[in-house]
């Protein structure tokens, strides 16, 4: 059984010189989550944002789920700061950590809902151990690094066989898919069995924010009846 469908707008792809005001119309235009990527220039070739840019969000009154997707090294002092911070959800990726069992402990005693991300050539298997103390799998459907990239299609396979994993489960679990998703793909993704879209450039990028989340919405509700 999917959840609700929730739209995760990554500010990956805002006006970082206006974001505060970037996160409030992306969210006015029918956005849920705000999708917050960090990246640390050495897990991934890209450097972006940290804590200190999710305390202002919530200082500037940002209210929505902030969904912290962690792409560095050396989580452990950075899932405490973002959960103090203000995250609603934290997800990691398990080739970021030595210790993902206990990583994913700290973001549960933080306070935080506990998210572990499946890179394209990542393993499945990897669940199999984890699967009953974490809220979200993340699927990425580009190689993590930038906004902007173009949606794996094998990644369609890979979320039909975790759909089938959570829902054997019966535990209440998102499928979150990340990267290259546009209203060109993302019914095949809802039907595939995702329940959460992170989306950057589709939305930032666009002429009209309102439009496309709508187009978004309207796309995969059959996914949901
Ligand atoms: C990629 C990030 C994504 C990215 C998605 O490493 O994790 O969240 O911002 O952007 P688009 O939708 O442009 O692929
Ligand atoms: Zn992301």
Not at 157 to 176: A, P
């Amino acid at each position: 059984m999917k959840n609700k469908p929730i739209i995760a707008p990554s500010i990956l792809s805002a006006d970082f010189a206006s974001l505060g005001s970037q996160v409030d119309t992306c969210l006015r235009s029918g956005g849920d989550w705000v999708h917050f990527d960090v990246m640390d220039n050495s897990f991934v070739p890209n450097l972006t944002l940290g804590p200190m840019v999710c305390r202002s969000l919530r200082d500037y009154g940002i209210e929505a789920p902030i969904d912290v997707h962690l792409m560095t090294y050396n989580i452990g002092n950075l899932i405490t700061d973002f959960a103090k911070a203000g995250a609603t959800l934290i997800s990691i990726h398990p080739e970021s950590t030595p210790h993902l069992d206990s990583s994913i402990n700290l973001i549960k005693d933080n306070g935080c809902k506990a998210g572990v991300v499946l890179n394209p050539a990542t393993s499945i298997s990897t669940l199999e151990f984890v699967i009953n103390k974490i809220d979200l799998v993340l699927i990425m459907s580009v190689n993590p690094g930038f906004g902007g990239q173009k949606f794996i299609k094998n990644s369609l396979n890979k979320i039909r066989k975790v759909r089938e994993i959570i829902d054997t489960s019966k535990l209440d679990i998102r499928l979150q898919v990340d990267g290259g998703i546009t209203l060109e793909n993302i019914q095949n993704v809802a039907e595939a069995g995702a329940d959460t879209f992170v989306s950057g450039s589709a939305i930032f990028k666009g002429k009209d924010m309102k439009k496309t989340i709508t187009e978004m919405r309207n796309l995969i509700r059959t996914s949901y009846q």
